[in-house]
Nanobody
Framework: QVQLVESAGGLVQAGGSLRLSCEASGGIFSSYVMGWFRQAPGKEREFVAGITWSGDRTYYADSVKGRFTVSRDNAKNTMYLQMNNLKLEDTAVYYC???????????????????WGQGTQVTVSS
């Protein structure tokens, strides 16, 4: 059973930066696609970014492209999300997730992911 634990989020001013991490334990991290999702109040959970098992390919939602960077360190069983130039609309609970069936295809639907972290709040203020 895979356990995923996100780092603490936080409160940041618009235009600022924040890095989230997601540490995996209890399973195989290095072989599978990992993703970041977020859920804002009153909205459905949405795909933010995803990364293949080797990290050679990354994918982003249009809303974060050019501002967010997803990466992974398989030796540390950890995935990261570097968020720059944060906007008010980035305020949400952020979740990391693992797709334990795929290694090179990054799905964007939450139903394709098997394991989830508990979520961490990111609040962007003006």
């Amino acid at each position: 059973q895979v356990q995923l634990v996100e780092s603490a989020g936080g409160l940041v001013q618009a235009g600022g930066s924040l890095r989230l991490s997601c540490e995996a334990s209890g399973g195989i991290f290095s072989s599978y696609v990992m993703g970041w999702f977020r859920q804002a109040p009153g909205k459905e959970r949405e795909f933010v970014a995803g990364i293949t098992w080797s990290g050679d390919r990354t994918y982003y939602a249009d809303s974060v492209k050019g501002r967010f960077t997803v990466s992974r360190d398989n030796a540390k069983n950890t995935m990261y999300l570097q968020m720059n130039n944060l906007k008010l609309e980035d305020t949400a609970v952020y979740y990391c997730a693992q797709d334990s069936r795929r290694s090179s295809y990054v799905a964007r639907m939450e139903d394709d992911y098997d394991y989830w972290g508990q979520g961490t709040q990111v609040t962007v203020s003006s």
